[in-house]
């Protein structure tokens, strides 16, 4: 039987190496878990968020409402202010358009430009949507407004994530 042994310098390398390695780990383990800790956590996009407006206050004219929703941006927790139109169409079903214009993205008002009554108008470069949201051929935007899912819970309006304009092509 052979007997193999290990010299000083051999056992201090294995000892050292050994040793640092527990002490790398130790200190990489929970940067590791920083950084990929927000990208596992489930999104909260699929949530709806209620709006001061009562289904029994829409009518067929757009209003304009506004409501907070919990940004996480990664690490950061922030709040931000979002804007629909809301109003119900012929067919009693209720709408939520987003105001964010698709020229360039500055926000459209309702029924505010004189020459075109009951429209979505765009000030910043004379934009034009029709009340279902699709865009006006002949000006700046090339796409209808997009849609918020709309939810109604206890008679408040509560919006969700933003779609495309489900009237497009129609
Ligand atoms: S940004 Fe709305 S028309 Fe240009």
């Not at 819970?153 to 009237?167: C, F, Q, T, V």
Request: aromatic residues 8%; hydrophobic residues 40%; proline residues 5%.
């Amino acid at each position: 039987m052979s007997k193999q042994r290990v010299s000083r310098r051999q056992f201090l390398n294995y000892t050292l190496t050994g040793v640092g390695g527990f002490m790398a780990a130790g200190m990489l383990m929970p940067m590791v878990r920083f950084a990929v800790d927000p990208v596992l956590k489930a999104s909260a996009s699929g949530d709806f968020v209620a709006t001061t407006m009562k289904e029994s206050d829409l009518t067929t004219e757009p209003q304009r409402v506004s409501f907070l929703v919990q940004q996480k941006d990664a690490w950061y927790d922030s709040e931000e202010t979002r804007v629909a139109w809301v109003f119900k169409d012929e067919a009693g079903e209720i709408v939520a358009l987003s105001p964010i214009c698709k020229h360039l993205g500055c926000v459209v008002d309702w029924n505010t430009d004189s020459k075109n009554p009951n429209r979505f108008f765009c000030n910043c470069h004379n934009g034009l949507y029709e009340k279902n949201g699709m865009n006006v051929e002949g000006t700046p935007p090339m796409g209808p407004l997009d849609m918020y899912l709309v939810q109604v819970e206890d008679g408040i309006i509560k919006l969700g994530a933003i779609e495309p304009n489900r009237n497009k092509g129609a």
